[in-house]
């Protein structure tokens, strides 16, 4: 399951980000670099965000109570949007603000062996974080891009480890741009050019988890395939003869809510109605197994509820039209 695999990707980033940062911060201590400070600090940031990542997967399994009866699923989109954040303003703001300093008041780098052998280092753990989450990812993947996977995953650890092991991928060798172009030129200019491109390259990453988090939370449909296991499930043609119209929502990344007024037979009693609505149910459950809650409404087909096709409010039965204000 996706909860599995992006606690595993998480551990791996974590642990490389401890380690880098710890490196960095050293590197910055003996060299002066702001690259390796703003690198430094982007480690921690990251540290904090996977730390983040794991808390809202333990809150998640919390049972549900009278007060949240769907549970507590959507603490693992909260955490996210936090981590969002978190890179945004502790990541790339740092830089930038680091950079700017260090392009107005410019210094040379002391001691280049200690950047060069971090940057190295760094990007030999970020790989091994990167290729584990890409591994993990491809597990559920299945056959879509890797755009559509970050679009439109539901469980959110994989596509931020992702992410931000991209990010940093890509920022390290931006430091080491930096860092290389300083020690060649005597300038250290390029150092807080380097930092520069850091900070803008965290906050559009931490944009992008931002918007598709907030989906999120906002509450998604389920997936166009599992919509139509859903539709085929449910329908047996005998009692239940059509789906007058369906509504899906994840209440978690493993969890999602059917609501479904279902056309059946005028003739049928209402035992016959139960027994079909509980053998779709069963029928549901098997075709998509994250189908938690389901909520069947029985109703007479009709041509005007054929007619209303997806709009509750237009169907026998539904809400009705808003009061006037």
Same mark, same amino acid.
């Given at each position: 399951? $996706?909860?599995?695999?992006?606690?595993?990707?998480?551990?791996?980033?974590?642990?490389?980000?401890?380690?880098?940062?710890?490196?960095?911060?050293? #590197?910055?201590?003996?060299?002066? &670099?702001? &690259?390796? *400070?703003?690198?430094?600090?982007?480690?921690?940031?990251?540290?904090?965000?996977? @730390?983040? *990542?794991?808390?809202?997967?333990?809150? /998640?399994?919390?049972?549900?109570?009278?007060?949240?009866? =769907?549970? %507590?699923?959507?603490?693992? %989109?909260?955490?996210?949007?936090?981590?969002?954040?978190?890179?945004?303003?502790?990541?790339?703001? =740092? #830089?930038?603000?680091?950079?700017?300093?260090?392009?107005?008041?410019?210094?040379?780098?002391?001691?280049?062996?200690?950047?060069?052998?971090?940057?190295? =280092?760094?990007?030999?753990?970020?790989?091994?974080?990167?290729?584990? /989450?890409?591994?993990?990812?491809?597990?559920?993947?299945?056959?879509? &891009?890797?755009?559509?996977?970050?679009?439109?995953?539901?469980?959110?650890?994989?596509?931020?480890?992702?992410?931000?092991? !991209?990010?940093?991928?890509?920022?390290?060798? !931006?430091? *080491?741009?930096?860092?290389?172009?300083?020690?060649?030129?005597?300038? @250290?200019?390029?150092?807080?050019?380097?930092?520069?491109?850091?900070?803008?390259?965290?906050? *559009?990453?931490?944009?992008?988890?931002? #918007?598709?988090?907030? $989906?999120?939370? !906002?509450?998604?449909?389920?997936?166009?395939?599992?919509?139509?296991?859903?539709?085929?499930?449910?329908?047996?043609?005998?009692?239940?003869?059509?789906?007058?119209?369906?509504?899906?929502?994840?209440?978690?990344?493993?969890?999602?809510?059917?609501?479904?007024?279902?056309?059946?037979?005028?003739?049928?009693?209402?035992?016959?109605?139960?027994?079909?609505?509980?053998?779709?149910?069963?029928?549901?459950?098997?075709?998509?197994?994250?189908?938690?809650?389901?909520? !069947?409404?029985?109703?007479?087909? $009709?041509?005007?509820?054929?007619?209303?096709?997806?709009?509750?409010?237009? $169907?026998?039965?539904?809400?009705?039209?808003?009061?006037?204000?």
């Amino acid at each position: 399951m $996706s909860a599995s695999g992006g606690t595993k990707a998480i551990v791996a980033a974590l642990a490389a980000n401890i380690a880098i940062a710890v490196a960095k911060f050293v #590197a910055f201590l003996f060299s002066g &670099s702001s &690259s390796m *400070l703003a690198e430094s600090v982007h480690s921690v940031a990251d540290s904090g965000n996977q @730390g983040l *990542l794991l808390l809202g997967g333990k809150k /998640a399994k919390r049972a549900a109570t009278p007060e949240h009866p =769907f549970g %507590y699923g959507r603490e693992r %989109y909260i955490y996210a949007f936090l981590v969002s954040i978190v890179l945004f303003s502790v990541g790339g703001m =740092f #830089a930038i603000y680091e950079g700017y300093e260090k392009i107005a008041h410019p210094h040379a780098i002391e001691d280049w062996y200690w950047p060069i052998g971090v940057l190295v =280092f760094a990007i030999i753990a970020e790989t091994f974080s990167f290729r584990t /989450a890409i591994k993990e990812s491809n597990l559920l993947r299945g056959k879509r &891009s890797w755009k559509e996977f970050v679009r439109h995953a539901k469980a959110p650890e994989l596509p931020v480890v992702l992410l931000e092991d !991209l990010g940093a991928l890509v920022g390290l060798v !931006l430091a *080491l741009f930096g860092v290389g172009l300083a020690l060649i030129t005597g300038n @250290g200019v390029w150092d807080g050019i380097g930092t520069l491109c850091i900070g803008v390259l965290l906050i *559009l990453i931490a944009l992008v988890l931002a #918007a598709e988090t907030k $989906s999120l939370l !906002l509450g998604e449909a389920a997936g166009v395939e599992d919509v139509e296991k859903i539709k085929a499930a449910t329908v047996d043609g005998e009692t239940v003869t059509g789906i007058i119209h369906m509504r899906t929502l994840h209440i978690g990344p493993e969890e999602l809510l059917v609501a479904a007024k279902i056309a059946v037979r005028h003739d049928n009693t209402a035992e016959q109605v139960a027994v079909a609505i509980n053998a779709a149910e069963d029928r549901i459950r098997t075709a998509v197994p994250i189908a938690r809650v389901i909520y !069947l409404e029985p109703d007479i087909y $009709s041509e005007e509820a054929a007619a209303a096709g997806a709009d509750p409010a237009k $169907s026998p039965g539904g809400p009705g039209p808003e009061p006037a204000h």
